[in-house]
């Protein structure tokens, strides 16, 4: 059978037809630091917060802003466990890194689900997006070294401003990290308190350089 476009369901073009490629939101215009997006950036802008406060690690990078069609996509990946997503859009996001990455990290860590979401959902969808990316780039991928040791509510679920309370402590190192350069990768980043976090944990462990890599990066 040929294959449907996932976004318009178009047949004999693949998973994602060249029309609904082109209306992906892609995140051309974004802070250097955050990738949070900004209106006609260009070079090494920053926004105001990282300004003023630079997060915890060096560089992110987002592919996509998260929006329309790119957050159905992800909802689908996400909350209707449409697994063969994860490769599609783990692919088109390790392309993207390729191209803006000039010295490779030596492992990649998907951001830890708690063992209770992980139950519920099956799956941890930053690690389903990690594999292709790691298998493009020929990367470690280390899925074991991280763990989220606290159940903390849904990020999505709370104000803005109790998000970095309800993630703070959330994740512990359960075995020594030789890199010193590392990736996160993870789906996606709405006030990136999450990753973050996750990003100061690796620093309290040694690591020297952390990137961010995530799919899709919300507007403020």
Same mark, same amino acid.
């Given at each position: 059978?040929?294959?449907?476009?996932? $976004?318009?369901?178009?047949?004999?073009? =693949?998973?994602?037809?060249? =029309?609904?490629?082109?209306?992906?939101? *892609?995140?051309?215009?974004?802070?250097?630091?955050?990738? @949070?997006?900004?209106?006609?950036?260009?070079?090494?802008?920053?926004?105001?917060?990282?300004?003023?406060?630079?997060?915890?690690?060096?560089?992110?990078?987002?592919?996509?802003?998260?929006?329309?069609?790119?957050?159905?996509?992800?909802?689908?990946?996400? *909350?209707?466990?449409?697994?063969? #997503?994860?490769?599609? #859009?783990?692919?088109?996001?390790? =392309?993207?890194?390729?191209?803006?990455?000039?010295?490779?990290?030596?492992?990649?860590?998907?951001?830890?689900?708690? %063992?209770?979401?992980?139950?519920? %959902?099956?799956?941890?969808?930053?690690?389903?997006?990690?594999?292709?990316?790691?298998?493009?780039?020929? &990367?470690?991928? /280390?899925? %074991?070294?991280? +763990? !989220?040791?606290?159940?903390?509510?849904?990020?999505?679920? $709370?104000?803005? +401003?109790?998000?970095?309370?309800?993630?703070? =402590?959330? *994740?512990?190192?359960? !075995?020594?990290?030789?890199?010193?350069?590392?990736? &996160?990768? /993870?789906?996606?980043?709405?006030?990136?308190?999450? @990753?973050?976090? *996750?990003?100061?944990?690796?620093?309290?462990?040694?690591?020297?350089?952390?990137?961010?890599?995530?799919?899709?990066?919300?507007?403020?």
């Amino acid at each position: 059978m040929p294959r449907c476009c996932v $976004l318009c369901g178009a047949g004999g073009e =693949g998973e994602l037809c060249a =029309g609904c490629e082109r209306e992906l939101p *892609f995140n051309e215009s974004c802070c250097a630091r955050c990738a @949070v997006p900004l209106p006609e950036a260009k070079g090494e802008l920053l926004c105001g917060p990282c300004a003023q406060r630079p997060p915890p690690y060096d560089r992110a990078l987002s592919l996509l802003r998260y929006a329309y069609p790119a957050d159905k996509l992800i909802q689908k990946l996400k *909350f209707n466990a449409q697994l063969h #997503l994860a490769r599609l #859009l783990g692919e088109r996001l390790a =392309g993207y890194v390729a191209r803006h990455v000039t010295q490779a990290p030596q492992v990649i860590l998907p951001v830890p689900l708690h %063992r209770t979401r992980l139950r519920e %959902r099956g799956f941890n969808q930053a690690l389903e997006l990690a594999r292709p990316v790691a298998r493009r780039l020929n &990367i470690p991928l /280390d899925y %074991r070294s991280c +763990a !989220r040791v606290r159940a903390t509510a849904a990020q999505s679920l $709370l104000p803005a +401003a109790e998000r970095r309370l309800n993630i703070k =402590g959330a *994740f512990q190192i359960t !075995r020594p990290l030789a890199a010193r350069h590392a990736a &996160i990768v /993870d789906d996606v980043m709405t006030t990136g308190h999450t @990753v973050e976090e *996750f990003a100061a944990t690796l620093r309290k462990a040694g690591v020297e350089k952390i990137e961010v890599w995530v799919l899709a990066r919300a507007a403020p």
